[in-house]
Nanobody, 123 residues
Framework: QVQLVESGGESVQAGGSLRLSCAAS????????MGWFRQTPGKEREFVAI????????DYVDSVKGRFTISRDNAVNTVYLQMNSLNPEDTAVYFC????????????????WGQGTQVTVSS
């Protein structure tokens, strides 16, 4: 069982930056592909970013390309999401996800989910 705990969400003004962290309980963290998703009330959970086990392959939803960066540190079982140039449309609850299969994360069907952290961007 992998437990994921997100942190770093807060309220910021448009144009600001935040770094989200997701700490995993499992020592086999390096065997899991990791992703970030976000959700606003009344909408489907949306894929944001993914990183493979070794940290060499990443992908992003078009709306965040060039602004967000996903990274991981397998030594401390943590994945990060650096978010720059934030705008009000980025306001959402951000969730961390993990799965041993890359496409399970990419397709929004990971085995493990975190509880989420709220990001609010004001104009």
């Amino acid at each position: 069982q992998v437990q994921l705990v997100e942190s770093g969400g807060e309220s910021v003004q448009a144009g600001g930056s935040l770094r989200l962290s997701c700490a995993a309980s499992e020592r086999t963290f390096s065997l899991n592909n990791m992703g970030w998703f976000r959700q606003t009330p009344g909408k489907e959970r949306e894929f944001v970013a993914i990183i493979d086990r070794g940290g060499r392959v990443t992908d992003y939803v078009d709306s965040v390309k060039g602004r967000f960066t996903i990274s991981r540190d397998n030594a401390v079982n943590t994945v990060y999401l650096q978010m720059n140039s934030l705008n009000p449309e980025d306001t959402a609850v951000y969730f961390c996800a993990a799965d041993s299969e890359y496409f399970n994360v990419l397709s929004g069907r990971p085995r493990y989910w975190g509880q989420g952290t709220q990001v609010t961007v004001s104009s």
